[in-house]
């Protein structure tokens, strides 16, 4: 199953940005997704999660900012991103699996990302 990252872009500090995660087959709606960023140098983190029911989690670090949700009729997930900061430029993916999996982000596969940068 291909899942394709989108919606990244260079942004100035404060402003919003909408990455969609999407994929051919219904598969969100029976599995957790996450959203996952990579800066240089850095390790890949888990940003924000959605479990199958609707649950949600958040990173400290974007608590507040980011709002992850989901359209299982249009088999995407959504990064609504607020009040972006320098920090928060990064490569973003996102991925799928049991929740235990999207937690751990222990996966072999991984798409191209979208990259995401904020600066003015």
């Known amino acids: 199953v291909q899942l394709q990252a989108s919606g990244g872009g260079l942004v100035q500090p404060g402003g919003s940005l909408r990455l969609s995660c999407a994929t051919s087959?219904?598969?969100?709606?029976?599995?957790?997704v996450g959203w996952y960023r990579q800066a240089p140098g850095n390790q890949r983190e888990l940003v924000a999660r959605?479990?199958?029911?609707?649950?949600?989690v958040y990173a400290d670090s974007v608590k507040g900012r980011f709002t992850i949700s989901r359209d299982n009729a249009k088999n995407t997930v959504y990064l609504q991103m607020d009040s972006l900061k320098p920090e928060d430029t990064a490569v973003y993916y996102c991925?799928?699996?049991?929740?235990?999996?999207?937690?751990?982000?222990?996966?072999?596969?991984w798409g191209q990302g979208t990259l995401v940068t904020v600066s003015s």
């Open positions: 959605i479990t199958s029911g609707g649950s949600t």
């Open positions: 087959g219904s598969i969100f709606s029976i599995n957790a």
């Open positions: 991925n799928f699996g049991p929740t235990s999996k999207v937690v751990r982000g222990s996966f072999d596969s």
